[in-house]
């Protein structure tokens, strides 16, 4: 196959330093893309010493020396580009300049995916991976060992049944253990990629070490829980504003509170709204499907009445965030946002005989029940919700009523 870049050894001299000699560089060039960088080194040379230490075919002895330290430079360069099953700058930088044995260094990982989510505005993801971090360095901490010095080797079966069993005495739940554990095997799987490791030493899969995942309980509401809920009056504006937006989520495909925020008048047209999931536009850059939702008079009057008055296309539908924030500002609003739906959900759920931990993420679970109940297909509700794998639509259904089972059994000698 043929390497996409080259590696020599060069000496800058458009500008000499104030000791009269010129930087010697590292000199790297891609064809794909056509680009070059140079990168510094340790050494400066006037343009003689650098044709006798470098150029020359036979440098003299005291010469030797200084030529060995950079050949090793461009020894090491080329050692690191040869590992990238792809080359890139980043990549090669990265490996290039970083402390010796960083990269087999469970914290050098973590950071440095951290560093990429919140340079990309997933900052979700990113707390998830800094919170996943934080668990593993206190459980290190507690054996009196080190994490900074906790590398890929020391992570087998044994050492992923003992922090499952650290995290479960500690209060966490099997959940939890998952999600605290799904971003070290993304990291493994990562330092794999890049050839920091070799497949051997990878601890998951079968008869290996298996995450643990606890049945999702399902968050769906029945018939008449939906009618109860829905003919409900709630005793303060806030309730009201909470019931609203959640049988908004309800008939508007279960679309979370996250992308309602995000909703701008362009994607309103008149009878539907179109829009792509804020999840997906991160996790699957190809084949990006947007959503269609067809708004039904619930809907119509919801946006009549909680939308911002001035609708030009670039303007967002409802006033939780806003242009002027930054990533970080409109990820809080929005948490926020949903916290206060949630709070006053309950406070209405409670008050009228409901499961008191409904929240926003049930309307979503409800409106698959529901669509599904009254004829949809899991193909259709798996479209509507925009989901990559049936499965996952799968586990939002939380089954049939014992009213269409019955029925059903009524139907069966109807030939």
């Known amino acids: 196959m043929k390497r996409e870049y080259s590696i020599s050894i060069y000496l800058d001299t458009r500008r000499p330093k104030s000791n009269g000699k010129y930087p010697v560089k590292l000199r790297v060039f891609s064809s794909n893309p056509r680009k070059q960088k140079l990168f510094p080194t340790v050494f400066d040379l006037t343009k003689k010493e650098f044709d006798s230490i470098w150029l020359s075919t036979k440098p003299r002895n005291k010469n030797k020396k200084i030529r060995m330290q950079i050949q090793a430079i461009e020894t090491k360069a080329n050692e690191i580009a040869d590992k990238l ?4 700058f980043e990549q090669f930088e990265r490996k290039m300049f970083r402390e010796k044995g960083e990269g ?21 993801t990113a707390d998830s991976y800094k919170y996943s971090e934080k668990a593993i360095s206190e459980f290190v901490e507690n054996k009196n060992k080190k994490y900074n010095k906790l590398s890929f080797f020391d992570i087998d079966k044994n050492w992923l049944n003992e922090f499952e069993n650290y995290l479960k005495i500690t209060g966490r739940s099997i959940t939890t253990v ?28 079968k008869r290996k070490y298996q995450i643990p995942s606890s049945r999702a309980s399902k968050k769906a509401l029945t018939r ?34 996250k992308d309602i925020a995000l909703l701008k008048f362009k994607n309103i047209d008149g009878e539907t709204i179109k829009f792509y999931r804020a999840k997906t536009l991160f996790t699957s850059k190809s084949d990006l499907k947007p959503i269609t939702i067809y708004l039904n008079d619930y809907a119509k009057s919801f946006i009549e009445k909680y939308s911002n008055k001035n609708t030009h296309p670039e303007n967002y539908v409802f006033d939780i965030i806003s242009e002027t924030m930054n990533a970080e500002e409109q990820r809080l609003k929005i948490k926020g946002f949903t916290r ?76």
């Open 85 to 88: 099953n792809i080359f890139s």
């Open 340 to 415: 206060f739906i949630n709070q006053h959900l309950k406070k209405l759920c409670k008050s009228i005989g409901l499961p008191n931990e409904i929240s926003t993420y049930w309307a979503r679970h409800s409106f698959a029940t529901t669509s599904i109940r009254k004829g949809a297909t899991m193909e259709l509700i798996q479209e509507s919700l925009g989901h990559k794998n049936i499965k996952t639509t799968q586990s939002y259904f939380n089954g049939f009523e014992d009213e269409t089972k019955k029925e059903l059994a009524k139907q069966l000698m109807d030939f």
């Open 104 to 124: 087999t260094k469970i914290s050098y990982h973590y950071h440095q995916l951290i560093e990429h989510y919140r340079k990309n505005n997933r900052l979700g």
């Open 178 to 205: 998952g999600i605290f554990l799904r971003p070290l095997r993304a990291i493994f799987n990562k330092a794999i990629a890049e050839n920091e490791i070799e497949q051997e030493i990878y601890p998951f899969g």
């Open 224 to 257: 008449e829980q939906l009618k109860i809920l829905f003919n409900s009056t709630p005793s303060t504006p806030e309730q009201e504003k909470a019931k609203a937006f959640w049988f908004f989520s309800f008939n508007s495909n279960g679309i979370n509170i």
